[in-house]
């Protein structure tokens, strides 16, 4: 019995999952409510499981890249859940995880794909990675400037799937070799499948040095004058 926090980016996104069934569900894409929503929602998928915090086998958070602020609450609250339960953590990354998503989501999943999940991450740049229909990552997450020439060094797949809030932006840049899949983005149900294998491999994080993966350095911005 896993409770699975996504907050990776303007999505907050909560799940009880049980096995790889989920089991309890909300989630809201309202910009950045992290900080408002995300306790209220584990309150609610708690109650309607009809179980309590002490009955979770672990907790599992989605791990980044994405926004500073949504990876700092995901993983404080966790780890916060797991120091008071005395649970273990579980760390899923993000891009892999909507990786898993887009593959759900596909009809039927040709052996010569890759996905490329996209995380915006401003102007014309992009968190992304490349995996293949059995989530093998072939180029790990990195922060890309968008280009025509983006992959081009990739041949011998047939087709790219690109996918996240990274990737409606870069639809007019990319070349025919990327196919637009939308509808997929961070989600605390994507993480369930993914959670549940760490768990039964005791794949657990340690508490007290685990941070999430930001990619980038965090820069404050300047405070407006007046």
């Known amino acids: 019995m896993l409770l699975n926090l996504e907050t990776s980016t303007t999505v907050c996104s909560v799940a009880v999952s049980d096995g790889e069934s989920i089991i309890a569900f909300r989630e809201t894409n309202e910009g950045f409510s992290h900080a408002e929503k995300l306790t209220v929602f584990i309150e609610e998928v708690i109650e309607e499981s ?33 120091f008071a339960g ?12 909507m990786a898993a998503g887009a593959l759900e989501k596909l009809e039927k999943v040709d052996p010569n794909i890759l996905l490329c999940p996209m995380i915006d991450a ?27 020439e983006l992959f081009s060094e990739i041949s011998e797949f047939k087709k790219i799937y690109f996918f996240g809030d990274g990737a409606e932006k870069c639809r007019p840049v990319l070349n025919p070799l990327f196919e637009f899949f939308p ?21 657990f994080e340690n508490l007290a040095l685990f941070e999430p993966f930001y990619l980038k350095e965090y820069k404050a911005g300047k405070r407006a004058e007046g």
């Open 183 to 203: 509808d997929v983005f961070p989600s605390a149900k994507n993480l369930a499948k993914l959670a549940n294998n760490k768990w039964k491999a005791g794949q």
């Open 122 to 148: 401003r102007r014309m740049e992009v968190y992304c990675a490349l995996y293949d229909k059995n989530l093998k990552c072939h180029q790990p997450a990195t922060a890309k400037i968008i280009t025509s």
């Open 50 to 82: 009809k179980i309590k915090i002490k009955d979770l086998d672990a907790v599992a958070v989605s791990s980044g890249p994405g926004s500073y602020t949504g990876l700092r609450i995901g993983v404080s609250v966790a780890k916060g859940l797991c």
């Open 86 to 97: 005395d649970k273990p953590l579980i760390s899923i990354p993000t891009l892999e995880a």
